[in-house]
């Protein structure tokens, strides 16, 4: 008789659709109080400066949209540091311009 097989399988941290990547935050370690604003510190590429700024390939993020709608308006710093990571599933960063959760 064989024993059960264990298959495990890993998400991948990031996956590249023509002009976008796309990040899961699964993938990444963070406490359970954490805000966008920590993934974001974890993700190849992309930096935060201690005012909250972000770039990407050196250049600046100036929105982040939430199911594709401004959510705090032009404040990308209000939504990182105010949204838990539970609200996002994925973390797109479109053509450098902008950071989709």
Request: proline letters at 3%.
């Given at each position: 008789m064989l024993s059960d097989a264990v298959v495990v399988g890993k998400m991948p941290e990031v996956i590249v659709k023509e002009d976008t990547l796309e990040y899961n935050p699964a993938s990444y370690r963070l406490q359970g109080n954490a805000v966008v604003e920590?993934?974001?510190?974890?993700?190849?590429?992309?930096?935060?400066?201690?005012?909250?700024?972000?770039?990407?390939?050196?250049?600046?993020?100036?929105?982040?949209?939430?199911?594709?709608?401004?959510?705090?308006g032009n404040d990308p710093t209000m939504t990182t540091r105010n949204l838990d990571i539970d609200i996002s599933k994925k973390v797109l960063d479109e053509k450098k311009k902008f950071l989709n959760l």
């Open positions: 920590d993934l974001l510190k974890r993700l190849p590429g992309v930096e935060v400066d201690m005012n909250g700024q972000i770039t990407v390939a050196e250049k600046a993020i100036r929105r982040v949209m939430v199911d594709g709608e401004d959510f705090f």
